[in-house]
């Protein structure tokens, strides 16, 4: 009845199994103008790809390591941008420094700004984005240096800490990612490593192959690299099933990172599931569909 209405605000609920279609057609006739993402029950099933023109035959694919995939290429991305960035900052440094305009920034001003512009710096090289910079005011008296070059530093700052900006998005991305994978398989020691230019899973130290994990660490990979990296921000997003091959103790805990994701990504989630263990302590978010009352 709220579809009909034309309600296109949703909180996450119940619906009917494989009716996800249905519901974007009824979303979209009721004059929904928000884009609808689908996770569908079959994520982990191999991907056909045809062949490019020469070649001989199409090839399967597995969802995991196109995913991977598309993950590096994201973070390539982001590299190259960053790279851009600071290059432009190279470029501009000196200039800034011998131009009239430039002027010292008080020290508190300073040291809080580089604090944030360092920390960020460390964030984003602990997670595999960009290499480890050693920091040249390490192990200083930061006040004193300022005394003494103080023009020069926030000049400095002035160039290169918007340089970070390009990665903010991605990386917040692979936080999330990371805590989830590496939390739900702690147990296991299986782990989730970003590079420059590849996503690995390592177990024991050494790296490992996506498509020996077990069908649930699949599904539980599909699922949350879908809803992290695939949906578009401010969307609808149809689940179905997304309790298929979990052990209970990750359906229970479900809920509580898809509620995370949603406000990482600005997302509304509709979920069709028949485990009550995905549910677990949320039923103000539930509404109970019977067959009987249609």
């Known amino acids: 009845s709220a579809i009909e209405q034309g309600i296109n605000y949703f909180d996450t609920a119940y619906i009917y199994p494989g009716s996800e279609e249905l519901l974007g057609k009824v979303l979209e006739k009721n004059g929904c103008r928000i884009p609808v993402n689908y996770v569908r029950a079959d994520r982990i099933q191999p991907v056909v790809i045809e062949g490019d023109p020469g070649e001989s035959a199409s090839r399967t694919v597995s969802p995991l390591a196109l995913a991977c995939r598309a993950i590096s290429d994201r973070i ?9 960035a600071v290059s432009k900052a190279k470029d501009e440094l000196p200039l800034m420094f ?56 926030s000049t400095y700052l002035r160039a290169f800490r918007k340089t970070t900006e390009p990665l903010k998005d991605i990386y917040e991305r692979l936080r999330v990612f990371r805590s989830i994978i590496n939390e739900r398989n702690e147990i296991t020691g299986k782990k989730i490593v970003f590079s420059k230019d590849s996503v690995s899973l390592i177990t024991n130290g050494r790296a490992i192959s996506p498509d020996i994990l077990s069908s649930g660490e699949k599904h539980d990979f599909m699922m949350f690299y879908n809803l992290i990296f695939n949906s578009v921000r401010g969307s609808l997003v149809l689940i179905d099933e997304p309790e298929i091959s979990l052990h209970i103790e990750w359906q229970e805990t479900y809920i509580d990172k898809l509620i995370d994701i949603c406000k990482m990504n600005s997302l509304q989630a509709v979920i069709a599931t028949h485990s009550p263990h995905i549910v677990n302590d949320h039923f103000d978010l539930l509404v109970n569909k019977n067959a009987a009352e249609d």
Request: no cysteine.
């Open 76 to 84: 390539r991305q982001a590299r190259d941008q960053y790279g851009e």
């Open 98 to 153: 011998l131009s009239d305009d430039s002027v010292d920034m008080d020290y508190e001003t300073f040291a809080a700004g580089w604090r944030a512009y360092r920390e960020a710096l460390t964030q984003y090289q602990e997670i595999g984005l960009i290499p480890v910079t050693e920091d040249f005011t390490k192990g200083v008296d930061l006040k004193a240096v300022y005394e003494e070059k103080g023009r020069f530093l």
